[in-house]
């Protein structure tokens, strides 16, 4: 099935540097969906996204939806050692009348404290 | 907590055999979704379900199936297992099959052996 593409695959940082990870598409979306899932359990919700352009703050997470609707941004600032797990992307097709959520592989963090 | 519930949370069984894996949705959510997830697939979308019929399908192999009952909890039932069955196994919620913010439950670790 169709897949989002999400980089970087895994980052391995210290604590306190930013962190970018990012996600894109072929067609357009029009809701992005950033998740984290800790080690043992299931994907959390951490930002949505509903309008090109968009910047929004979750704590020390900001998202943007990407202006062309293709792609979506994820930083985390002044990392910590809790920020550890894997970060998944999540979008919404425009089209279709019974669209789904399309997923990314995740990018997995690792923190060095 | 995100307020899905899933058993159980590990399960070991043999090839050729059938489980059943049982999921209940967060309080007033009606939607309730199957995901399997692997090292190298990511999350797969198997298949939804909203108030009791089957809203969307997925990647679900013919060997398994599902239900959601009236009391709207949903039961994933696995058979004939294959040793690349293996997978953790994550119910999630909505509060309707278009919301697009889903709720996952901690997941179940199915193990064939």
């Known amino acids: 099935g169709q897949q989002l593409n999400q980089s970087p695959q895994s980052m391995f940082i210290q604590e306190g540097e930013d962190v970018s990870m990012n996600c894109t598409s072929s067609?357009?979306?029009?809701?992005w969906l950033w998740y984290k899932q800790d080690p043992g359990e299931g994907p959390v919700l951490l930002i949505a996204?509903?309008?090109a352009g968009e910047l929004t703050s979750n704590g020390r997470l900001t998202a943007q939806f990407g202006i062309t609707r293709k792609d979506s941004f994820l930083n985390i600032s002044a990392s910590i050692p809790s920020d550890v797990g894997i970060y998944f992307c999540?979008?919404?097709?425009?089209?279709?009348?019974?669209?789904?959520?399309?997923w990314g592989l995740g990018t997995s963090l690792a923190v060095n404290p | 907590d995100s307020g899905v519930t899933q058993t159980p949370k590990h399960l070991i069984t043999a090839t050729g055999q059938r489980v059943t894996l049982r999921c209940s949705p967060r309080?007033?959510?009606?939607?309730v979704y199957w995901y399997q997830q692997s090292l190298d697939q990511g999350l797969q979308f198997l298949i939804q379900y909203y108030n009791g019929e089957e809203r969307a399908k997925g990647n679900i192999l013919e060997r398994f199936s599902a239900q959601q009952f009236p009391d709207l909890h949903s039961e994933l039932n696995l058979s004939s297992l294959e040793l690349g069955d293996s997978a953790l196994y994550f119910c999630?919620?909505?509060?309707?099959?278009?919301?697009?913010?889903?709720?996952f439950g901690s997941g179940t670790q199915l193990s064939v052996l």
């Open positions: 999540a979008g919404l097709p425009n089209a279709g009348n019974n669209r789904k959520l399309i």
């Open positions: 996204l509903y309008k």
């Open positions: 309080s007033g959510d009606l939607s």
């Open positions: 999630a919620s909505s509060v309707d099959p278009t919301n697009e913010k889903l709720f």
């Open positions: 067609s357009i979306f029009n809701t």
